[in-house]
């Protein structure tokens, strides 16, 4: 698994070479292949794994210093297509920890808080009767479920902005005391949400305002309708739920699904173009200089350091926090065997994840000496 060099993170200040990718082996359940990218004193892994049996056939990746993990994907390869790093893919939950960060960005420059009500920057009305934050519409676990996702498939695009605005929470959500999916609807109201603050539509300010000028490469969002280029286009997300055996989800299952839905469920990318990012936002991070694209570091570093306390969820039964933008807490809302999407976008917060999530990757193995050098000091 090679990368190779050239540029990323735009020009300038925070720009960069990504490296050779050397390739190292590692266990997870069943054996994947790794590939360490060192950019900055920060290392990219790619991992391409063999099926699992929960996970299925796909790709995994995430980003990390050390063993500090901060997002992560996993998707499924259509049949006579490769999965590579190179390999686009509906962005699945993904979707809205990019949008997340791409809110946190515009945030800076708008002063809005993680606290600040949805209702005072867009008109919802469920949003604005219950007093719903903006951090509350950033999570799968926000708890904003209704409409959901298939409702939305159904309807004709035109009606789908109403659906939206009658979007309504779980029946068992309370804001600030329990816990629930998002789904569509979540990452339908941050749209809104950027499409206010940037005043240009949500899809085309990321695309041009947030990745180009970074230099990410295969990761776009569709306005509502727009095709998206099927070329390269290797995954989907395939689910057999119980009594559905063998049905997929068909709004994952072609790239014309994904694409009607626009940015809310219409980001395609790759573990290549998604590492690029997050290394990107680290770099920054680290960086302590204002940049033209991603602002002031300080600003970015506390909305992505934002963290909800635990809280009961209603769907996992258990207690479970979540972070804002590029996320993860492993330990605290992974689903079956090992990382996979749901575990990579739903928890955890990038901005102290010095403290938080070691992956299950086995440690890169010491570098081993030679014979003279055992002598050496053995003498």
Same mark, same amino acid.
């Given at each position: 698994?090679?990368?190779?060099?050239?540029?990323?993170?735009?020009?300038?200040?925070?720009?960069?070479?990504?490296?050779?990718?050397?390739?190292?082996?590692?266990?997870?359940?069943?054996? /994947?292949?790794?590939?360490?990218? /060192?950019?900055?004193?920060?290392?990219?892994?790619?991992?391409?794994?063999?099926?699992?049996?929960v996970l299925?056939?796909?790709?995994?990746?995430?980003?990390?210093?050390?063993?500090?993990?901060?997002?992560?994907? /996993?998707?499924?390869?259509?049949?006579g297509?490769?999965?590579?790093?190179?390999?686009?893919?509906?962005?699945?939950?993904?979707?809205?920890?990019?949008?997340?960060l791409?809110?946190? /960005?515009?945030?800076?420059?708008?002063?809005?808080?993680?606290?600040?009500?949805v209702?005072?920057?867009?008109?919802?009305?469920?949003?604005?009767?219950q007093?719903?934050?903006?951090?509350?519409?950033?999570?799968?676990?926000?708890?904003?479920?209704?409409?959901?996702?298939?409702?939305?498939?159904?309807?004709?695009?035109?009606?789908?902005?109403?659906?939206?605005?009658?979007?309504?929470?779980?029946?068992?959500?309370?804001?600030?005391?329990?816990?629930?999916?998002?789904?569509?609807?979540?990452?339908?109201?941050?749209?809104?949400i950027?499409?206010?603050?940037?005043?240009?539509?949500?899809?085309?300010?990321?695309n041009?305002?947030?990745?180009?000028?970074?230099?990410?490469?295969?990761?776009?969002?569709?306005?509502?309708?727009?095709?998206?280029?099927?070329?390269?286009?290797?995954?989907?997300?395939?689910?057999?739920?119980?009594?559905?055996a063998?049905?997929?989800?068909l709004?994952?299952?072609?790239?014309?699904?994904?694409?009607?839905?626009?940015?809310?469920?219409?980001?395609?990318?790759?573990?290549?173009?998604?590492?690029?990012?997050?290394?990107?936002?680290?770099?920054h991070?680290?960086?302590?200089?204002?940049?033209?694209?991603?602002?002031?570091?300080?600003?970015?570093?506390?909305?992505?350091?934002?963290?909800?306390?635990?809280?009961?969820?209603?769907?996992?039964?258990?207690?479970?926090?979540?972070?804002?933008?590029?996320?993860v807490?492993?330990?605290?809302?992974?689903?079956?065997?090992?990382?996979?999407?749901?575990?990579?976008?739903?928890?955890?917060?990038?901005?102290?994840?010095?403290?938080?999530?070691?992956?299950?990757v086995?440690?890169?193995?010491?570098?081993?000496?030679?014979?003279?050098?055992?002598?050496?000091?053995?003498?």
């Amino acid at each position: 698994m090679y990368l190779g060099t050239r540029d990323v993170c735009g020009s300038g200040a925070g720009a960069g070479q990504l490296p050779e990718v050397h390739r190292l082996g590692a266990h997870h359940r069943h054996p /994947v292949r790794v590939g360490v990218v /060192v950019y900055g004193g920060w290392e990219q892994l790619l991992v391409e794994a063999a099926h699992d049996d929960v996970l299925g056939p796909g790709v995994q990746w995430w980003a990390s210093i050390g063993d500090r993990v901060s997002a992560g994907a /996993v998707g499924t390869g259509y049949p006579g297509r490769p999965v590579i790093r190179t390999t686009r893919w509906p962005l699945f939950c993904l979707t809205k920890p990019v949008l997340g960060l791409a809110v946190g /960005v515009l945030a800076g420059r708008n002063g809005i808080t993680p606290d600040t009500l949805v209702g005072d920057i867009v008109p919802h009305g469920p949003a604005a009767e219950q007093g719903w934050r903006v951090a509350d519409v950033l999570s799968h676990t926000a708890g904003i479920s209704e409409p959901p996702l298939w409702q939305v498939l159904l309807s004709p695009p035109q009606l789908r902005p109403q659906l939206v605005l009658g979007a309504q929470p779980h029946p068992e959500f309370r804001p600030g005391k329990t816990s629930a999916y998002s789904e569509w609807a979540g990452a339908a109201i941050t749209e809104g949400i950027l499409t206010a603050l940037s005043g240009q539509p949500a899809g085309t300010w990321v695309n041009d305002e947030l990745l180009t000028p970074l230099g990410v490469e295969g990761l776009r969002f569709a306005a509502p309708g727009e095709s998206i280029d099927a070329e390269g286009l290797g995954c989907y997300w395939l689910k057999e739920a119980p009594g559905e055996a063998g049905k997929p989800l068909l709004w994952f299952a072609t790239p014309e699904f994904a694409s009607q839905l626009g940015p809310a469920a219409g980001g395609i990318g790759s573990a290549e173009s998604l590492g690029t990012l997050w290394l990107c936002v680290l770099h920054h991070l680290r960086s302590g200089r204002h940049s033209a694209v991603l602002g002031d570091p300080a600003l970015l570093r506390n909305w992505l350091a934002w963290r909800r306390a635990e809280l009961p969820d209603v769907v996992l039964g258990r207690n479970c926090a979540f972070g804002l933008g590029m996320t993860v807490d492993l330990a605290g809302h992974g689903f079956g065997s090992g990382p996979g999407a749901a575990a990579f976008a739903h928890t955890g917060w990038m901005g102290g994840m010095d403290r938080r999530a070691t992956p299950t990757v086995t440690p890169r193995p010491p570098r081993r000496r030679s014979p003279t050098a055992r002598a050496r000091q053995g003498s």
